[in-house]
């Protein structure tokens, strides 16, 4: 088992972002998880990220505020646990039109090169 303290976790710049922090709870380190990595990103009021899409999917469950996430035009408010996953290659972008932070959890695979 490898524990991870939250005062521990690092701050990481995830591109196309902005006005957001992002933490890595768990990934890229020796013992950690092997097929994906965690973050938490907090999106301060007007932040957001993309429009943009990668080659894999990911996983975004909101622990505090609301996100608004929006694919192909359509808009969808993610509250308080409500999650989502984006599909490989799906174009999303992200906005908090909140005046309150938005924390989400993030859940990723490892990006090709980084297994080999």
Same mark, same amino acid.
């Given at each position: 088992m490898l524990v991870k303290r939250f005062a521990d976790a690092e701050t990481y710049e995830a591109p196309n972002h902005r006005d957001v922090v992002g933490l890595r709870l768990q990934g890229f380190e020796p013992g950690g998880p092997? %097929?994906?990595w965690?973050?938490?990103s907090q999106y301060l009021p007007r932040g957001g990220a993309g429009p943009d899409s990668t080659p894999f999917?990911?996983?975004y469950v909101v622990l505090d505020g609301e996100m608004t996430v929006?694919?192909?035009g359509?808009?969808?408010i993610l509250g308080k646990?409500?999650?989502c996953t984006i599909p490989p290659n799906e174009v999303r972008e992200l906005? %908090?039109?909140q005046n309150t932070v938005c924390t989400m959890l993030v859940v990723i695979p490892y990006p090709p090169e980084a297994v080999s």
């Open positions: 092997t %097929n994906q965690v973050g938490l999917e990911k996983v929006i694919v192909d359509q808009e969808t646990f409500d999650s906005v %908090n039109r």
